[in-house]
C-alpha cells in the first residue's frame, strides 16, 4: 500500500490541524487507525482535537508551532523522535491567503504567507523525506489548491504559492518513484471553512463569485487527499465540477482567462 500501515512507534504529522482541512485530514487518518501529531499555533484547538481522537482510541500529540518560524520548523523532527515515534506519514496543510491587488499590499503579511504556504512545505519535505526513503516507507500529503492550474488575480501570490506546491508535489513523485515513498498533491476548489474570512473575503462574496457546485465540505476534501496517498494517485482533485475547471484553467489561453478572472475576483471589484 502507498499509505504505510499504523503503527504504536508511528505517527501522521499534520500542519494546520487545528481546523478546515487539516482537522479534517486528522480525523480521516485517525479513522483509519493512525496516530497523529497535530501541529499549529492555536494549542486549545489542537488539545481539543487530541482529546476526541485519544477517545476514539488512537495516539494523538499536540506539537505547537508557528510554521512561519524557520527555527520552530527544523525542530520538529527531534521533536517527534523525542516521542519515540518515527513520521510514516507528512501533511503539509497549513497555509493561508491573503487578498487583493499586489499594488496596495503589506509586503509583511505577503511574505509571511509565501514563508508558510511555499517555503514550509519545502523544508517540512527536506527535513522528512530522508528517513523515509532510508525506511522504504513513508507517504507525503501536500495540500495545494484548484487556484495552482491557472494565474489568480486578487490573490496572486496564493495562486503562485500553490503552483509550486503543485509543481514541487509531481517532481517529487518522479524522483521517489521505487523508493516506497508516496507523495500525493490535494487540489481543493473552494471549501466550507473559515479561510475566507480569515484572508478577508466574507462568506456571502465568495458564495456569490463561485458557484454552489464547486464548493466541497472538508469532510470530503481530506477522504480525498488521503485516499489518493492510499491509492497511489500524485494529484487529488476533489468534485467532478472542479476537475473540469482545472483542466480548463490549463487549456485556455492566459490572455482570456486573466481579464475574466480579475473581473470576477471578489478582492477587485470596485
Known sequence: ???????????ALITGASSGI????????????????????????????AVELRAAGVQAHVLAADLSDRGARAALPDRIAELGLTADVL???AGFST???????????????????????ADLCSRFLPAMVQRGRGAVLNVASTGAFQPLPGQAAYGAAKA???SYSE????ELRGTGVQV???CPGPVETGFGERAGVSKEDAEAALPKFLWESAETVAAAGVEALAKGRVVAIPGRANQAG?????????????PLLARSHPALRT
Open 1 to 11: 500500500m502507498a499509505l504505510p500501515p499504523p503503527a504504536a512507534d508511528r505517527t
Open 22 to 49: 487539516g482537522e479534517a485530514i486528522a480525523r480521516e487518518l485517525a479513522r483509519r487507525g493512525h496516530g497523529v501529531a497535530l501541529v499549529a499555533r492555536r494549542v486549545d484547538r489542537l488539545e481539543s482535537l
Open 91 to 93: 501533511v503539509n496543510n
Open 99 to 121: 487578498m487583493g491587488p499586489v499594488a496596495t499590499s503589506d509586503p509583511l503579511a505577503e511574505m509571511d504567507m509565501i514563508e508558510v504556504d511555499v517555503m514550509a512545505v
Open 164 to 166: 509550486f506546491v503543485l
Open 171 to 174: 517532481s517529487l513523485s518522479g
Open 184 to 186: 500525493s498533491v490535494l
Open 246 to 258: 482545472a483542466i480548463l484553467g490549463r487549456l485556455t489561453p492566459n490572455r482570456l482567462l486573466i
